[in-house]
């Protein structure tokens, strides 16, 4: 018998399955009939998880941390993200104002379920990460796409953020690097955008998860670090998925105002309770690691970066700008014709080589390609790609 219509709850009966997740349940579909695809759609390191950390999650289980733990992490490793992000970011918290959640994505879910009422405006600059409108339409809110271009490598400009701001307006989601343009903030583009927060009375959610993949010059800051009045206004997230190749161990976490902090704590609690205890532990090894470790794999990223720009960057058929951060290249196919899902569709089921379409991350002509691959790989589904865009271009 047929699902009634009013069976669901409106905020989450309709949400779209992630497109991403999606895309590569079909290429293991494909994999698993002996087709040899090409996955170019990771939004995830392809190392593995440094030795250091996982040997102190098997210490930590081998001694019997295997219980709960606390709500908003365990204290030791709360302290620890307060030094990392004073002697990385500049930024000054007490453990107080830390919530260890269950990755990234649980934690920017928590604060937006937080922040915003029903009928509150979120601003969201588009290209976003896929999952930030979902995530605010689930808390009751409404979001507001600032469009970006090429003109500005993708970047919200001060300008448009005044012009989008509404009575309504509450919210502005800021990801830098950005998923999937691979934009990164310079000071100088954060604090004409602090200027307008601070005049509008926003509240500014800084995803920095990408913050150490970053190239030719590319330095992040956090827009939080900018001065006490912009910082308190900030909520940053960041975690360990994506700079610790941690993405199974499913750990993040978020700085904010202590009310803040407390909320989500407290929300926390009715829902996933305190996050895995002896992955806490090698959280707290990864933040001890010796930044060369770190640094390897964002420089085999960085030959990666050249390899797609090699490829791509100079194609009469595609568009590509340089990514300035992340491990994305966020590609216009709009020569071809196609919109992004039916290009995508193409190229697996012609090329055997898998990315992903823009349309869910709000650019209908562009393509999300991931050089978190071997190099091999990455050669060959670019070579792949650009066939195709030439078959369809003549």
């Known amino acids: 018998m047929a699902a009634s219509a ?29 087709r040899q695809v090409l996955a170019l759609t990771a939004g995830e390191p392809d190392f593995d998880t440094p030795e250091p950390i996982k040997e102190a999650a098997i210490a930590a289980l081998r001694s019997g941390i295997t219980k709960y733990s606390p709500v908003a992490g365990y204290p030791e490793l709360r302290e620890a993200i307060c030094r990392k992000l004073h002697r990385e970011n500049g930024l000054e918290y007490d453990p107080s ?19 915003v009422r029903d009928g509150d405006e979120v601003l969201i600059p588009s290209p976003y990460w896929l999952s930030y409108p979902a995530m605010v339409r689930i808390a009751g809110g ?76 590319s330095v992040h800051y956090s827009i939080a670090s900018l001065g006490g009045e912009i910082k308190k206004r900030t909520v940053v997230v960041n975690g360990f998925s994506k700079t610790f ?25 009715q829902s996933t309770s305190g996050p895995n205890s002896f992955a806490q532990y090698g959280a707290m090894a990864a933040l001890k690691l010796p930044a060369a470790i770190v640094s390897s794999m964002v420089k085999a990223y960085s030959r990666r970066r050249q390899i797609l720009i090699r490829a791509l960057g100079n194609a009469a058929r595609v568009g590509l700008l340089p990514p300035e951060g992340s491990f994305y290249g966020w590609v216009d196919v709009s020569a071809t014709g196609l919109p ?23 650019g209908p002509q562009h393509v999300r390609l991931s050089f978190a691959c071997d190099d091999r ?4 589904g670019c070579t792949r790609l650009m066939a195709l865009c030439q078959e369809l271009t003549g």
């Open 97 to 115: 104002q830390i919530v260890v959640s269950n990755g990234a994505k649980h934690s920017l879910s928590n604060v937006i379920s937080v922040l």
């Open 377 to 380: 790989t990455l050669r060959e």
């Open 340 to 362: 992004a899902t039916d290009f995508c569709i193409r190229l697996l089921e012609e090329k055997d080589t898998a990315v992903i379409p823009g349309e869910p991350f709000g």
């Open 6 to 34: 009013d069976r669901f709850n409106p905020r989450t009966g309709n949400i779209p399955a992630s497109a991403t997740l999606e895309i590569s349940a079909r290429v293991r579909k494909l994999r698993a009939g002996g």
């Open 142 to 217: 409404v979001c507001r796409f600032i469009e970006t271009d090429s003109r500005t490598r993708f970047k919200l400009t001060a300008e448009a953020l005044q012009s989008a701001v509404s009575p309504r307006s509450r919210v502005l989601i800021l990801n830098s690097p950005a998923n999937p343009t691979g934009a990164v903030y310079t000071r100088t583009e954060l604090e004409a955008l602090a200027e307008v927060i601070l005049e509008r009375g926003l509240t500014v959610i800084s995803d920095e998860v990408y913050e150490k993949i970053v190239f030719e010059g």
């Open 245 to 269: 190749a941690m993405t199974g161990w499913r750990l993040g976490y978020l700085a904010a105002e202590k009310d803040i902090a407390q909320a989500v704590a407290n929300l926390q609690s």
